[in-house]
């Protein structure tokens, strides 16, 4: 049996990793050949882009993870 502080650091421990931009960006995003995957908020639903359709895209980020989810590219 887990003691509580063994308990209160396992939960802990998830928490962090289901705020880890990182993860979350690998999880979210998928690249086959040229059609980005994106999973939306609603779990039955992805967008798809095809990226042939664009000669250059840029990204733009703000907030505290986007210098981690950019490196994460």
Same mark, same amino acid.
């Given at each position: 049996?887990?003691?509580? +502080?063994?308990?209160?650091?396992?939960?802990? $421990? +998830?928490?962090?990793?289901?705020?880890?931009?990182?993860?979350?960006?690998?999880?979210?995003?998928?690249?086959?050949? $040229?059609?980005?995957?994106?999973?939306?908020?609603?779990?039955?639903?992805? $967008?798809?882009?095809?990226?042939?359709?664009?000669?250059?895209? $840029?990204?733009?980020?703000?907030?505290?993870? +986007?210098?981690?989810?950019?490196?994460?590219?």
């Amino acid at each position: 049996m887990k003691t509580l +502080s063994a308990t209160i650091f396992s939960i802990f $421990e +998830s928490a962090l990793k289901k705020v880890d931009p990182e993860r979350t960006l690998f999880e979210s995003l998928q690249l086959k050949k $040229e059609t980005l995957t994106v999973k939306t908020g609603d779990p039955t639903r992805t $967008e798809k882009v095809d990226l042939r359709r664009f000669n250059r895209i $840029e990204v733009l980020g703000a907030g505290k993870a +986007s210098v981690t989810m950019a490196a994460a590219c």
